[in-house]
């Protein structure tokens, strides 16, 4: 059938039809590709710019994290067993438990736990002190070269000297070297 043989009127319907159909195919086959590509490179390009941000308040605050990075890191114990990790623990403790003037009665170490790629050792110790010395050996292990953790802290006020009977349960995230 030839366009001659048609109507007016059906020539523009088919005229219509074509155009629909032609529209709809360059929609389909141009346009729409080209917006979906042209929507993820802007989705792309704001991901790049709140990356750049991130990274921009990271390099205006380098300084702290610096600090912060070299405080934990000397902080951070090390040992190749866990072992050698609770002694490493025990003499750290001894040590601020000496600088705060409290004589350890007791002490017991308790079980390791694995977090990750760290390790949580702890003691459970028991002392008689002052409660001066007692808030001195807590400043003492929150100290940025100890950072030690206290779980538990019991204390038991006597009539004897010194009055206090702490028992702490101390711990602290090491990493072990395999």
Same mark, same amino acid.
């Given at each position: $059938?030839? $366009?001659?043989?048609?109507?007016?009127?059906?020539?523009?319907?088919?005229?219509?039809? /074509?155009?629909?159909?032609?529209?709809? %195919?360059?929609?389909?086959?141009? %346009?729409?590709?080209?917006?979906?590509? +042209?929507?993820?490179?802007?989705?792309?390009?704001?991901?790049?710019?709140?990356?750049?941000?991130?990274?921009?308040?990271?390099?205006?605050?380098?300084?702290?994290?610096?600090?912060?990075?070299?405080?934990?890191?000397?902080? $951070?114990?090390?040992?190749?067993?866990?072992?050698? $990790?609770?002694?490493?623990? +025990?003499?750290?403790?001894?040590?601020?438990?000496?600088?705060?003037? +409290?004589?350890?009665?007791?002490?017991?170490?308790?079980?390791?736990?694995?977090? /990750?790629?760290?390790?949580?050792?702890? +003691?459970?110790?028991?002392?008689?002190?002052?409660?001066?010395?007692?808030?001195?050996?807590?400043?003492?292990?929150?100290?940025?070269?100890?950072?030690?953790?206290?779980?538990?802290?019991?204390?038991?006020? /006597?009539? /004897?000297?010194?009055?206090?009977?702490?028992?702490?349960?101390?711990?602290?995230?090491?990493?072990?070297?395999?």
């Amino acid at each position: $059938m030839t $366009m001659r043989s048609l109507s007016r009127r059906e020539r523009r319907i088919a005229v219509l039809a /074509g155009a629909c159909l032609v529209s709809t %195919v360059l929609y389909v086959c141009v %346009v729409e590709p080209y917006a979906k590509d +042209l929507y993820a490179a802007h989705k792309r390009a704001q991901q790049a710019q709140s990356e750049v941000d991130r990274l921009a308040i990271l390099i205006a605050n380098r300084d702290t994290i610096a600090a912060e990075y070299a405080r934990v890191k000397g902080a $951070m114990s090390t040992a190749a067993t866990e072992h050698q $990790m609770t002694v490493a623990l +025990l003499e750290e403790v001894d040590k601020a438990a000496r600088s705060a003037g +409290l004589q350890l009665i007791n002490v017991k170490p308790l079980t390791s736990q694995e977090h /990750g790629t760290f390790w949580r050792f702890g +003691l459970e110790l028991q002392t008689q002190c002052e409660a001066h010395q007692l808030v001195e050996f807590l400043q003492i292990m929150q100290a940025p070269d100890h950072m030690l953790r206290a779980g538990l802290i019991a204390v038991t006020v /006597g009539r /004897g000297e010194p009055p206090l009977t702490v028992t702490f349960k101390i711990d602290k995230l090491a990493k072990l070297e395999r």
